[in-house]
């Protein structure tokens, strides 16, 4: 399995990025996917997750109301919008692939995308 992270980069707070995951080597559509972030000196957190269908999403408090998840079975991508972001939001994001819904120890794990707020 992999997971292709991309997007990230460097937006001045308030603005917005598509986070991109493609992801080969599993049957897509029966696997949730998530994003996690890790933010310098912090511990490694959840961010969102969809289900196989997209019928169910899941947040992290810090994420509802100005992050999307959503995900294109037909082109084996997941995608993570975010809106209005926050200097706090700067972190390297994670996207992460399980056969189980869940919000922490997600079997595949990509290489991470760096973003970066600037204030």
């Known amino acids: 399995v992999q997971l292709q992270a991309s997007g990230g980069g460097l937006v001045q707070a308030g603005g917005s990025l598509r986070l991109n995951c493609a992801a080969s080597?599993?049957?897509?559509?029966?696997?949730?996917m998530g994003w996690f972030r890790q933010a310098p000196g912090k511990e490694r957190e959840f961010v969102a997750a969809?289900?196989?269908?997209?019928?169910?999403?899941a947040y992290a408090d810090s994420a509802k109301g100005r992050f999307t998840i959503s995900r294109d079975n037909a082109k084996n991508t997941a995608y993570l919008q975010m809106n209005t972001l926050k200097p706090e939001d700067t972190a390297v994001y994670y996207c992460?692939?399980?056969?189980?819904?869940?919000?922490?120890?997600?079997?595949?794990w990509g290489q991470g995308t760096q973003v970066t707020v600037s204030s």
């Open positions: 969809i289900t196989g269908s997209g019928g169910t999403t």
């Open positions: 080597g599993l049957t897509f559509s029966s696997y949730v």
């Open positions: 992460v692939a399980d056969i189980r819904w869940r919000r922490s120890d997600y079997t595949y």
